[in-house]
């Protein structure tokens, strides 16, 4: 299966640099997974990453702007990220999204309508 997970932060590497636990969740479940199904991960790009990588058998995507990481993020940035995931996965072929967190929902909502 085609497995796309929607998330605000993804580590850069498999040494799994997570400084949260929606974001370790969502490491090691897609890096589980990934020996089973076909995984991409879209998540936030912060400084430094790059567009798109793959960490172990996963597929990382990083559209939008760059964010960093923390509370305190830009309400523009994330809209513009928002935005950009949602046209990915306009051009995707997938059996499965998940959203992780609050700024993902909406690209859930904006995907089904």
Excluded: C
């Amino acid at each position: 299966m085609r497995l796309v997970f929607l998330a605000e932060y993804y580590p850069s590497s498999l040494r799994g640099d997570v400084r949260g636990g929606v974001e370790q969740r969502v490491f090691q479940l897609t890096q589980q997974l990934s020996g089973r199904h076909e995984i991409t991960v879209i998540a936030v790009r912060e400084s430094g990453m790059p567009i798109e990588s793959t960490i172990g058998k996963v597929r990382v995507l990083r559209p939008g702007p760059v964010l960093r990481f923390g509370q305190a993020v830009n309400f523009v940035a994330r809209v513009l990220y928002i935005y950009a995931a949602w046209q990915q996965l306009r051009i995707m072929s997938v059996d499965f999204i998940e959203a992780e967190n609050f700024l993902t929902y909406p690209i859930l909502f904006f995907i089904s309508n």
